[in-house]
T-cell receptor, first 114, second 115 residues
Framework: NAGVTQTPKFQVLKTGQSMTLQCAQD?????MSWYRQDPGMGLRLIHY???????DQGEVPNGYNVSRSTTEDFPLRLLSAAPSQTSVYFC?????????????FGEGSRLTVL | GENVEQHPSTLSVQEGDSAVIKCTYS??????FPWYKQELGKRPQLIID?????GEKKDQRIAVTLNKTAKHFSLHITETQPEDSAVYFC??????????????FGQGTILTVHP
C-alpha cells in the first residue's frame, strides 16, 4: 500500500512552459485535492475532486487545470508556468462519508519557475 | 469563504516547557478542526483533531481545546521534546461527507524546542 504518490519530486521550468504534476493513490479514496505551500501562507487549496468525473475549484485555482478520469489519479496541469507558481505542491486524499476527516498527503513536488 | 488566523508564527521553548498555539476562524458553519505537524522536508501529518460537539480532546502530551462561541481553538503541547520541533498547522472545515476534506489552513507556527 503506497498511499499517495506524487511525481516528479523536483521540477524546474521556464516561464511559459507547461507541465503536469502527477498524483496517484491506492487507498480507494473518493476525495482528492491539490494544495500549494508558500512560506508564511500555510497550505492553500487549488482544486479538489469528490469522485471520478467531478472537480471543483479551491481558493487559488487560476493558472491550474485538473481532471479526474479514474478514482486513483488526479493530475494537476500548469498550461503556461509563471514565476508566481514557484511553490511546493501537495496532493492529498481522504475517504468520503462520515468518520475520520484525516487527509493523507503525498511527499510533495517542489516546482521552480524561472 | 473561511479564514483561519494562526498565532504565533514562531515559538521557541525550552525542553520540558509547554507550548500553546492559537487559531481563530470566521465561518460559524465550521465544525471540524484538525492539527497537522510538518517536519522539515516532510509531508503534513495529522496529529489530533476535534469536532464541535467536544470542547477538549487529549492524546498523551497533546491536547486541543475549542471555543465555538468565540470561534477559536488551541493546541497545547506539554513536556515538549526536541522531536516536537516542526511546523504546526491548524485547519477548519464543515464536517461530514465531502466537506471534511475541503480544509482551510492557518499560516503555520514554527515550533523550536531547545534541549
Amino acid at each position: 500500500n503506497a498511499g499517495v504518490t506524487q511525481t516528479p519530486k523536483f521540477q524546474v521550468l521556464k516561464t511559459g512552459q507547461s507541465m503536469t504534476l502527477q498524483c496517484a493513490q491506492d487507498m480507494n479514496h473518493e476525495y482528492m485535492s491539490w494544495y500549494r505551500q508558500d512560506p508564511g501562507m500555510g497550505l492553500r487549496l487549488i482544486h479538489y475532486s469528490v469522485g471520478a468525473g467531478i472537480t471543483d475549484q479551491g481558493e487559488v485555482p487560476n493558472g491550474y487545470n485538473v481532471s479526474r478520469s479514474t478514482t486513483e489519479d488526479f493530475p494537476l496541469r500548469l498550461l503556461s508556468a509563471a514565476p508566481s507558481q514557484t511553490s511546493v505542491y501537495f496532493c492529498a486524499s481522504r475517504p468520503t462519508g462520515r468518520g475520520t476527516g484525516e487527509l493523507f498527503f503525498g511527499e510533495g513536488s517542489r516546482l521552480t519557475v524561472l | 469563504g473561511e479564514n483561519v488566523e494562526q498565532h504565533p508564527s514562531t515559538l521557541s521553548v525550552q525542553e520540558g516547557d509547554s507550548a500553546v498555539i492559537k487559531c481563530t476562524y470566521s465561518d460559524s458553519a465550521s465544525n471540524y478542526f484538525p492539527w497537522y505537524k510538518q517536519e522539515l522536508g516532510k509531508r503534513p501529518q495529522l496529529i489530533i483533531d476535534i469536532r464541535s460537539n467536544v470542547g477538549e480532546k487529549k492524546d498523551q502530551r497533546i491536547a486541543v481545546t475549542l471555543n465555538k462561541t468565540a470561534k477559536h481553538f488551541s493546541l497545547h503541547i506539554t513536556e515538549t521534546q526536541p522531536e516536537d520541533s516542526a511546523v504546526y498547522f491548524c485547519a477548519s472545515s464543515e464536517g461530514g461527507g465531502t466537506s471534511y476534506g475541503k480544509l482551510t489552513f492557518g499560516q503555520g507556527t514554527i515550533l523550536t524546542v531547545h534541549p
